[in-house]
Each structure stands twice: as C-alpha cells, then as structure tokens.
C-alpha cells in the first residue's frame, strides 16, 4: 500500500493522513470531522498558506486584492476550478494586503497572481486573469 498523503484541514488546521485512493471520498477531517475537501478555495493568511503548502498535495494559490478589479472578476473563476481541481490539489486564496510578506517572499509584482506550490517549493507561477478552463489547464500541466 502507499504511504497516505499528508492534507491539512480547512476547518481546524490539523494534519490528516489520507491513502491517496481514499481522496475520491470526501473524507472528512480525523480532529473535527468536518470535510477535508468541499470544492471551495480556503481563506489563508501568511501561516495557513505556509501550513498548507507543507502538505503533500499540490497548492494552488490566488494572491489578489480587495481594491483589484481584475481580482473581482477572476474570483468566481477561482472558485470553479477548485470543483474541478479537488481533491488531488488544495486551492487558496490569500490577500496581499493582510500578508505583504508573501509578496516579498514571490516577488509578486501584479494581482492576480497564481502561485503553485508543492511540498513548501514554488514550482510555477504566473500573473493575470484567466478564465475557470486556463486556470485548470495551467494548473494540471505545471502540477505534473
């Protein structure tokens, strides 16, 4: 059997340890039972990205602005792609204005950016809107 891949809870912030088959379903968290995966990005400052980004699943992040216009558009895209994207990949959004140190941290010049991580490493990253098909598509094709 393969070792279980290790997932933080969106609710209470614990580590889960889920066999990878078991992801298609819909665990539920083993400290406060809520779902592990609800289609949803989740809400992240600076430490909930860095907790979820130790994780073993990909992380896929939408670093935006409340003031940003482009930011607003993208956002219901956002939250599409995490239907289809979950549960082989966790998606967060993070607010630049509450965490200017993960700006700093990127280099993020422009909201939106998409930053890909995996395993706390940076594998991809990219700035601009893209509709719900382009955001899965860059997601899958750099993930991989």
Do not use: Y
Not at 75 to 100: C, H, I, Q, V, Y
């Amino acid at each position: 059997m393969a070792d279980p891949l290790i997932t933080v809870c969106p609710a209470c912030q614990k580590l889960n340890r889920i066999p990878a088959v078991r992801l298609a379903e819909k665990p539920n968290c083993g400290a406060c039972g809520k779902p592990l995966f609800t289609g949803q990005p989740v809400d992240v400052d600076s430490a909930g990205l860095d907790r979820h980004a130790r994780g073993d699943l990909p992380v896929l992040v939408d670093v935006w602005a409340p003031w940003c216009g482009p930011c607003r558009t993208m956002s219901p895209m956002f939250a599409r792609a995490a239907e289809a994207l979950e549960p082989g990949m966790r998606l967060l959004k993070l607010n630049l204005d509450t965490a200017p140190d993960i700006g700093r941290r990127f280099g993020i010049q422009s909201v939106p950016t998409l930053l890909l991580l995996h395993r706390g490493q940076l594998k991809a990253q990219t700035a601009g809107v893209m509709d719900t098909g382009r955001i899965v598509a860059w997601a899958r094709s750099t993930a991989a």
